[in-house]
């Protein structure tokens, strides 16, 4: 089994507090890991960190260069772009220029000449997602993807993210909600790795 994503020792922290440590789990192609915890936890911080957007204060992550994609709470879409101009700057930027598949996946077809700023949350959220369709990247970083998205939509995004998977892909997901994605994904309870240590520093940095 080959492995995309390897996790070791853990430690993570945001605003002078240790939020989780110890962390350590393996991703491998074909597999999804679905994490949840409660709020305030470090769900979004720890995705993040994985996801090289910012450091971790201790541990190692071992991923080939260039391995994520992430999307977060924020959709991300330029309001004055249409829906299919909005998919065409990340495909160039991604060097894929077939949006088509992107579109069609999220039943974006209608919508593709209307203008990302007329969308409602849900087409935007579906909108969002279709950029890791066009990323090039094999592993899927998502946090909270089904936020937004109707039934027949959170349908899409499982059949998305399966065939993702079958393709040889992986995904980490954080979700309250529930995803059906077959016997290749496996829930992690964050919770288990919850930091009992003191603040660190200052706690002067940033909140990221």
Same mark, same amino acid.
């Given at each position: 089994?080959?492995?995309?994503?390897?996790?070791?020792?853990?430690?993570?922290?945001?605003?002078?507090?240790?939020?989780?440590?110890?962390?350590?789990?393996?991703?491998?192609?074909?597999?999804?890991?679905?994490?949840?915890?409660? *709020?305030?936890? %470090?769900?979004?911080?720890?995705?993040?960190?994985?996801?090289?957007?910012?450091?971790?204060?201790? %541990?190692?992550?071992?991923?080939?260069? !260039?391995?994520?994609?992430?999307?977060?709470?924020? #959709? %991300?879409?330029?309001?004055?772009?249409?829906?299919?101009?909005?998919?065409?700057?990340?495909?160039?930027?991604? #060097? *894929?220029?077939?949006? !088509?598949?992107?579109?069609?996946?999220?039943?974006?077809? !209608?919508?593709?000449?209307?203008?990302?700023?007329?969308?409602?949350?849900?087409?935007?959220?579906?909108?969002?997602?279709?950029?890791m369709l066009i990323s090039?990247?094999?592993?899927?970083?998502?946090?909270?993807?089904?936020?937004?998205? #109707?039934?027949?939509?959170?349908?899409?995004?499982?059949?998305?993210?399966?065939?993702?998977?079958?393709?040889?892909?992986?995904?980490?997901?954080?979700?309250?909600?529930?995803? !059906?994605l077959g016997?290749?994904?496996?829930?992690? *309870?964050?919770?288990?790795?919850?930091? *009992?240590?003191?603040?660190?520093?200052?706690?002067?940095?940033?909140?990221?």
């Amino acid at each position: 089994m080959f492995m995309v994503l390897s996790v070791q020792d853990l430690c993570i922290a945001r605003s002078g507090q240790v939020l989780m440590t110890d962390v350590n789990f393996e991703l491998a192609a074909g597999q999804a890991l679905i994490f949840k915890g409660p *709020n305030g936890l %470090g769900k979004t911080t720890f995705l993040r960190v994985i996801s090289g957007l910012q450091p971790a204060l201790s %541990g190692k992550i071992h991923a080939k260069e !260039d391995s994520f994609a992430y999307t977060a709470h924020a #959709d %991300g879409v330029k309001p004055s772009l249409t829906v299919a101009e909005n998919l065409q700057f990340w495909a160039d930027i991604f #060097d *894929n220029q077939n949006i !088509d598949t992107a579109l069609s996946a999220f039943g974006l077809n !209608d919508l593709k000449s209307r203008f990302a700023g007329l969308l409602s949350a849900g087409q935007k959220r579906r909108l969002c997602l279709a950029r890791m369709l066009i990323s090039n990247r094999p592993v899927w970083v998502l946090d909270e993807p089904s936020v937004s998205l #109707d039934t027949a939509s959170v349908t899409q995004l499982e059949e998305v993210i399966k065939q993702h998977l079958q393709n040889g892909g992986a995904a980490l997901i954080v979700t309250h909600g529930h995803l !059906d994605l077959g016997p290749s994904c496996k829930t992690v *309870n964050l919770g288990e790795y919850k930091s *009992n240590r003191a603040v660190y520093g200052d706690g002067a940095e940033a909140f990221l």
